[in-house]
C-alpha cells in the first residue's frame, strides 16, 4: 500500500487515476495489482463484452508465483482443462506419437487453463473495484503537463494521469504514440483460434495433425464440454488479420476445402462462430515501451507468439512489475524506467526462438510433409522431441526466469 507521504507526492503529479486499455491477461492483472497499490483505474476494452475464446494456456514460471501473491492458484488449479497429452495423427486419424503430461517435453503443462477461464477469474478480482467501460476505443492522446487527454470514439473525452496499453500484438492506440517505431517480426504463419462442440473423435487427449498445403490443426480438449480448435497455416504477410470476420471465414474455408481429417466439422464451426482469434503469427519488438506519460504492457510490447508459449508470463510478469514499479517510485517517469529495465532482458530471452522454426512444424511440401509424419511416428526419436519441444516451451528453464521484485509498502 502507499505510504501517505508517496500518495501526496503522486497527487501533486496527478498520478493516481490510471487508464489501462485492454482487458485481458496483461490489462486485468495490472489493474489488480494497480488497486492493491492505492490507484484508481479505468480498464477499457474495445470489445462489447470480455473475449473469452482461445485455448490452453500455461501459467507457470513468475506468472505462478505471481498468481499465488493474488491468492488465486486455487481457483486456476481447480480451472485445469484437464487435457491429458498430446497426440500426433496423420489425416487418417493414426496416432504417429504420444507425448503424455508427465512426459519432460509435452506440450500439456502441470497448471494448464483455458485463456478465457482465465480472464473471468481476473475480471471476478477486480470488476467491482475499477471502472470497466466496455466497446470503447481510444481516438487521440494528447499529453499534457499533469496528465493525458483522452479523446475515445464514441466522442467521449477524460483527463487521465498515466495510460497503459494492453491491446495485444494488433494494438492500435500503441501507432498513435509510437507511430512506425514498433515493428512486426513476421513468422510466417497465421493462427485462427475458436471453439467448437464436442464430437466422438475428441478425447482428453490433444490431437495435432499436419495436414497438406502447410495447415497444422490443433484440437484441445477443454472443462466446459466443448473442444478448442487452432488452425495455423503457413502464408507470405498479407495483412489477413485485418480483414472482415466475414472475409477470414471465407480464407480459412478456401484454405482448409479439400484438406482431409476434420476438416468438415472445423469448417461447420468456422461458418458458426462468431469469435475468431485471427492473427498473425509475430513478434513485436520495440524500442521503446513508454513514452510521456504512456507505457505498454504485454502482447502489446513483447508478444514473442504462442510458439514461445510463454505469453501468459510475459503479460502478467510485466503487469506485476509495472504496478509494483509504480507504487515505488515517486515520479512515474522513473517507475516506467525501472520497469523496462527489469523486464526488457526477460522478454528479450524468451523472445529467441530455435533456428528452424516455423518451417520446421509447418513443413509446405507433401515430401517434407511425410517426412514429418514419419518422423513423428518415430515416437520418441530426437526429431519428433524436437518439434514437440517447439511448443512445450519447456518445464525447467532457469535461465529464462526472472527475479521478482516483492513490492510490499
Ligand atoms: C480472443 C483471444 C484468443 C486468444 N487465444 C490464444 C490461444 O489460444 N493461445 C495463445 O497462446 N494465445 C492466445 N491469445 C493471446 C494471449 O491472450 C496473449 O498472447 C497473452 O495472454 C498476452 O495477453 P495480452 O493481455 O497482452 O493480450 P490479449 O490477450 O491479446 O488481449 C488484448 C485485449 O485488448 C483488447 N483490445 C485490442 N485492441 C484494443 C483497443 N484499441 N482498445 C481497447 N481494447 C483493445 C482485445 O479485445 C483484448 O481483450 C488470445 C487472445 C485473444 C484476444
Known amino acids: 500500500m502507499l505510504s501517505v507521504n508517496h500518495l501526496n507526492e503522486l497527487q501533486l503529479m496527478n498520478a493516481k487515476k490510471i487508464l489501462v486499455s485492454g482487458g485481458s491477461i496483461a490489462g486485468l492483472t495490472l489493474a489488480y495489482w494497480l488497486i492493491r497499490h492505492g490507484f484508481e483505474v479505468t480498464v477499457m476494452e474495445r470489445s462489447p463484452e470480455l473475449r473469452l475464446g482461445g485455448q490452453n494456456i500455461d501459467v507457470k514460471g513468475p506468472a505462478w508465483e505471481i498468481i499465488k501473491k493474488m491468492g488465486l492458484a486455487e481457483k486456476i488449479r481447480a480451472a485445469n482443462t484437464t487435457e491429458v497429452g498430446i497426440r500426433f495423427v496423420d489425416t487418417k486419424d493414426n496416432i504417429l506419437a504420444a507425448f503424455p503430461k508427465d512426459n519432460a517435453i509435452s506440450m500439456t503443462q502441470e497448471i494448464e487453463i483455458l485463456r478465457g477461464d482465465m480472464v473471468n477469474i481476473l475480471y471476478e478480482e477486480v470488476k467491482d473495484r475499477a471502472t470497466f467501460i466496455f466497446g470503447e476505443q481510444i481516438k487521440s492522446i494528447v499529453e499534457q503537463k499533469d496528465g493525458v487527454e483522452v479523446k475515445f470514439n464514441s466522442g467521449a473525452d477524460e483527463k487521465y494521469a498515466l495510460v497503459i496499453i494492453a491491446e495485444g500484438i494488433g494494438s492500435g492506440t500503441r501507432h498513435l504514440v509510437f507511430g512506425n517505431e514498433i515493428k512486426y517480426h513476421y513468422l510466417g504463419l497465421y493462427s485462427a483460434y475458436l471453439t467448437m462442440e464436442k464430437s466422438h473423435t475428441d478425447s482428453r487427449w490433444a490431437r495435432w495433425c499436419n495436414a497438406p498445403g502447410a495447415i497444422v490443426f ?8 466443448t473442444t478448442r480448435t487452432c488452425i495455423f497455416f503457413r502464408s507470405p504477410e498479407r495483412g489477413y488479420e485485418k480483414l472482415p470476420l466475414a472475409e477470414q471465414k471465407a480464407l ?4 482448409i476445402k479439400h484438406v482431409g481429417w476434420e476438416a468438415p466439422r472445423i469448417a461447420a464451426a468456422i461458418q458458426q462462430t462468431d469469435d475468431l482469434y485471427f492473427e498473425r503469427v509475430s513478434q513485436i519488438k520495440a524500442p521503446h515501451w513508454h513514452k510521456g506519460r504512456v507505457a505498454m504492457i504485454g502482447d502489446a510490447a513483447y508478444c514473442a507468439t504462442p510458439i514461445a508459449g510463454k505469453g501468459t508470463d510475459l503479460a502478467v510478469t510485466g503487469a506485476y ?5 509504480l507504487a515505488r517510485n515517486k515520479a512515474y517517469k522513473d517507475a516506467f524506467n525501472a520497469y523496462e529495465r527489469l523486464m526488457r532482458p526477460y522478454a528479450t530471452r524468451v523472445q529467441k526462438l530455435p533456428p528452424g522454426v516455423p518451417r520446421l512444424a509447418y ?9 514429418l509424419n514419419l518422423f513423428f511416428s518415430l515416437a520418441g526419436s530426437k526429431f519428433a522431441r524436437s518439434v514437440v519441444k ?16 516483492d513490492y510490499k509498502f
Do not use: V
Not at 490443433?218 to 464440454?225: C, E, Y
Not at 513443413?363 to 517426412?371: A, M, R, T, V, Y
Not at 517447439?390 to 518445464?395: D, N, P, Q, Y
Open 218 to 225: 490443433l484440437l484441445r480438449p477443454d472443462n466446459h464440454g
Open 252 to 255: 480459412l474455408l478456401e484454405k
Open 321 to 325: 512489475i509495472l504496478a509494483g514499479e
Open 363 to 371: 513443413p509446405d511440401s507433401k515430401l517434407g510433409l511425410n517426412i
Open 390 to 405: 517447439l511448443f512445450s516451451s519447456g518445464k525447467k528453464q532457469p535461465k529464462e526466469e526472472i527475479q521478482l521484485p
